[in-house]
């Protein structure tokens, strides 16, 4: 079953046949076709994956199938076939009996795919009524069944609840239960993992496979992860700026790629274990020394009698980066990474000590806290929300010198060129141009370049190359190389992306709970894993090549982390560490 | 909840306390003397002196505000130097009619306004929003006594749907309730068009489609629960200058309200009584925006208002 080639001798199982499938927007003279020719088949009990990177038309492709194109796209030419019926003929009202009932879809981002002030059990009866499939009690029945099919625990209180309330990974599966309420014979998903951790991935893939599996349900699986591809896929179509680079199925497609761009796409995705070894590295000075690192946020009181309580987001962090150096520090979503790099930059009020040349940072203020931030910077994981749209390029890189107040403008104008051309953004007309004017990639090289502006000795990049494509990944991480190399950077890279990780640290720590649990060098880490969530966590990271796939099942258990929520002036201990070899230490079960 | 309905209400009366000092400062500094207002065209100096004098009008500014302040906390908001009654006592007749007048006027205000909005959002960027966006510029920039008494003429004089004025029956509230209905939608129904729009775009709200609801079902279901929820404190705000509103059209109809009480005190300097409409008006608004806050975490489950 799981090679499904689509040929006539098996079009008595085809379920959806897209043909020719041309999208447009807008009219005349700015009429811009953005999914050009587009044909495929997808059969009963099959995945069809749509691989591409962001522009390539993948979404657009299952939205024209849905129906639910934006205003401005006119009419799409060619054919959506389902079960022979012409889909793009159909009238808005025809389309709505076959939405939900027949064809199912989930969306990229579960934080807000969810009606905010609707609660979950009144969302899914909605569809159930809509459709008419059940009333009353077994429409009830119906909808804990399903709850329960995707695996959410206590369910009845759920039902009750508002999205909010629920995490990113269970309200996943609240759509995907919904849209699973009245068994289509076809789910699109859209993305459905890209904004979760890489186990809440495993876990959400593996209930779309079971309920594939029991339903017979043809999945159109869009995405731009080639891990998820090769776990997931029968049949793949590759897209690349609304055209179809190439069909094939899933073996064909790793073992013998057709298309340049589909050759060019696997070769940029970063692989764990594929790292070239590190040169042997002499010992360098310390540039950054944190010591018991903890932040603590205080929880406001529900009631007047409530004892006081903090969130204790990091708890004594312990780790040196060296002159040269990148240390990774990896985790998921809630683990303090990202709260422990903005410790580093003085942004929030944290106890412990952060060294940053030898000079303790703690409570510092006003000029002294400014002298230490010229070497001390940071690089954010949006570009896009990086950078002050009204300000140009040259305001934006050159802000820094103005901030403390270094050269005058003509000084000023003559670093930012010099900056943006270290960057690999050399154009003349660069510096007078709009963020929006520029790619993501660009974006993060002009966030880059203004981190550098005053020639720092740390930089704290948090999930830098997170939302880009995978080929501007790598231009990205290259650059970064580059500088290291030339300025002698130490870099603090904060990351969910093992391969990522592999790919740019000497070091690696892993978080989990706001503590370090594990800490040693890249190979000591990633490839001899020692601590039960490090060896959980290397266990889900998607592999983008065949017969890899990974043990699913094990990673359905959640990995609990503590509550984080502590009376006010709980003293929490440090953990105690075992030295397994040299620089590679790990947390002692407590 | 309780911790901050209580500290809502210290808040409240924290505002009504500047709110009657301000007031009693503006009227202390007006030109115009209540004694001889009182006493006539004719009255002598030593009659005006003694009027003052009875009045208390003759002694300094902070003692007449401790003792006007005194009376409040008992309860007592003064006598009328006109009418020669109980503030209080004035008041309580004409609450019923301001009351009804208010609550009728921002049921329309509500109903047109959100009705506006939501049609506006529809079709936007089209003629037709574009006509209610001007509509709704020209019903909040104009002036009420010129609106007044434009409808009057309009509707009660030319058409004669209405009648010309007076109180008691619906048939009596319909016209001054409309009027200020139309006058305040605007600031309603450009809020809801632009919450709206903001609403449309919610991946949410694609997500309704794909289930198969109706246009119809996704706009009422989705949409506007959404949109709506910054328009419940919006109430809460707008009631002022309802209530500023309230008082021209009230006295143009010839509405035996407070409103109509306030413009005929303020006309003759009757010191208590403007002070005492003011301080029930600004009861009226504190508790509206009170109510207000309360009712927006029902509606938004996502709102704490001990977090807030």
């Known amino acids: ?590 | 909840m309780t911790i901050y309905i209580l500290r809502r209400l210290a808040y409240a009366i924290l505002i009504l306390l500047g709110v009657s000092f301000i007031t009693y400062l503006l009227l202390y500094l007006i030109p115009a003397d209540p004694a001889r207002q009182l006493a006539g065209r004719s009255a002598t100096p030593e009659t005006i002196a003694n009027i003052r004098a009875q009045l208390g009008l003759d002694l300094p500014f902070y003692q007449q505000y401790f003792q006007y302040l005194m009376n409040l906390l008992q309860g007592d908001l003064g006598r009328s130097y006109i009418q020669r009654t109980e503030v209080s006592a004035l008041i309580g007749s004409r609450l019923s009619a301001s009351s009804q007048l208010l609550v009728w006027g921002i049921g329309f205000e509500l109903l047109i306004g959100i009705s506006l909005g939501v049609l506006a959002a529809l079709k936007r960027n089209t003629a037709l929003d574009r006509g209610l966006m001007a509509f709704s510029f020209v019903g909040v920039s104009s002036p009420h006594f010129i609106a007044s008494m434009l409808f009057l003429y309009l509707f009660a004089v030319h058409l004669e749907w209405f009648p010309l004025g007076g109180y008691g029956t619906t048939h009596h509230i319909l016209l001054p309730a409309i009027t200020l209905g139309i006058l305040g939608s605007g600031w309603y129904s450009r809020m809801v068009r632009s919450s709206m729009i903001e609403a449309l775009q919610q991946d949410f709200i694609r997500t309704a489609h794909s289930k198969g609801l109706t246009r119809v079902r996704v706009i009422f279901r989705h949409v506007l629960p959404n949109a709506i929820i910054p328009v419940i404190p919006m109430v809460g705000i707008d009631i002022g200058i309802f209530i500023g509103g309230l008082v021209v059209v009230e006295s143009v109809f010839g509405w035996p309200g407070l409103g109509q009480l306030a413009w005929q005190a303020i006309q003759r300097v009757d010191i208590p009584v403007i002070v005492g409409v003011t301080m029930v008006s600004a009861v009226v608004i504190v508790l509206a925006n009170l109510i207000a806050d309360l009712l927006v975490p029902l509606v938004d489950p996502r709102i704490n208002l001990e977090k807030s």
């Open chain 1, 1 to 590: 079953m799981s090679m499904t080639v689509p040929d006539s001798a098996q079009a008595g199982k085809t379920l959806l046949s897209v043909e020719n499938l041309s999208i447009e927007f807008g009219q005349g003279q700015s009429c811009k076709r953005v999914v050009d020719d587009l044909s495929f088949n997808l059969n009963r009990s099959e995945t069809l994956c749509i691989a591409g990177e962001s522009g390539s038309g993948k979404s657009l492709s299952a939205l024209a199938i849905m129906g639910l194109l934006p205003k401005m796209a006119r009419t799409p030419s060619g054919a959506i076939l389902f079960h022979n019926e012409e889909l793009l003929s159909k009238s808005e009202p025809e389309m709505q009996n076959i939405r939900a009932k027949q064809i199912g879809m989930i969306f990229q981002e579960p934080m807000t795919s969810l009606n905010p002030i609707m609660r979950i059990g009144d969302q899914m009866m909605e569809t159930l009524k809509r459709h008419r499939i059940a009333s009353g009690d077994a429409a009830w029945q119906h909808i804990r069944s399903m709850l329960d099919a995707v695996r959410i625990p206590k369910v009845s209180e759920r039902l009750r609840q508002y999205p909010h309330e629920l995490s990113g990974g269970l309200r996943q599966r609240v759509m995907i239960a919904m849209a699973m309420l009245c068994s289509p014979q076809i789910l699109i998903a859209d993305e459905p993992t890209t904004a979760l951790d890489v186990t809440i991935q495993a876990q959400i893939l593996e209930l779309i496979r079971e309920l594939q599996k029991e339903y017979q349900t043809g999945v159109l699986m869009i995405t731009h992860d080639m891990g998820v591809v090769a776990e997931m896929a029968d049949n793949v179509v590759v897209m690349n700026r609304g055209v179809m680079e190439e069909t094939a199925p899933i073996r064909t497609l790793f073992s013998n790629p057709a298309a340049a761009y589909t050759r060019q796409l696997l070769a940029a995705v970063p692989r764990l274990g594929t790292a070239p070894p590190l040169s042997e590295r002499p010992e360098r000075p310390p540039v950054l020394e944190v010591e018991n690192l903890s932040v603590r946020y205080p929880m406001r009181k529900n009631s007047l009698f409530e004892p006081p309580r903090e969130v204790h987001a990091v708890d004594h962090v312990n780790f040196v980066l060296h002159e040269g150096e990148t240390l990774g520090l990896v985790g998921e979503s809630g683990c303090g990474k990202s709260t422990t790099g903005r410790a580093l930059m003085s942004m929030l009020n944290f106890e412990g000590s952060i060294k940053v040349l030898g000079k303790d940072i703690r409570g510092l203020k006003g000029s002294a806290l400014k002298a230490i931030r010229q070497d001390i910077q940071m690089v954010f994981q949006d570009p896009f929300a990086a950078l002050n749209p009204r300000k140009t390029i040259a305001e934006l890189v050159g802000e820094p010198f103005l901030i403390h107040g270094r050269g005058n403008s003509e000084e000023r104008k003559e670093r930012v060129a010099q900056l943006l051309s270290q960057v690999g953004l050399p154009e003349a007309d660069a510096m007078t141009r709009y963020p929006h004017q520029f790619s993501g990639g660009q974006r993060q090289r002009i966030c880059i370049a203004r981190a550098l502006a005053l020639n720092p000795k740390i930089i704290v990049a948090d999930e830098p190359v997170s939302a880009l494509d995978v080929s501007v990944q790598a231009q990205v991480l290259d650059l970064m190389e580059d500088l290291q190399s030339q300025y002698n950077l130490s870099y603090l890279f904060i990351s969910h992306d093992m391969a990522v990780i592999e790919r740019l640290c000497h070091r690696v720590a892993v978080m989990f709970g706001g503590r370090i649990v594990e800490i040693g060098s890249r190979d000591q880490v990633l490839h001899n894993p020692q601590h039960p969530y490090t060896q959980h966590l290397l266990s889900a990271v998607p592999i983008p090549a065949l017969d890899s796939k990974r043990d699913f099942r094990a990673l359905l258990e959640d990995s609990k982390a503590p509550d984080p929520i502590k009376p006010k002036g709980y003293q929490s201990k440090p953990s105690q560490y075992g030295e397994i070899n040299q620089g590679h230490w790990v947390a002692l079960e407590a």
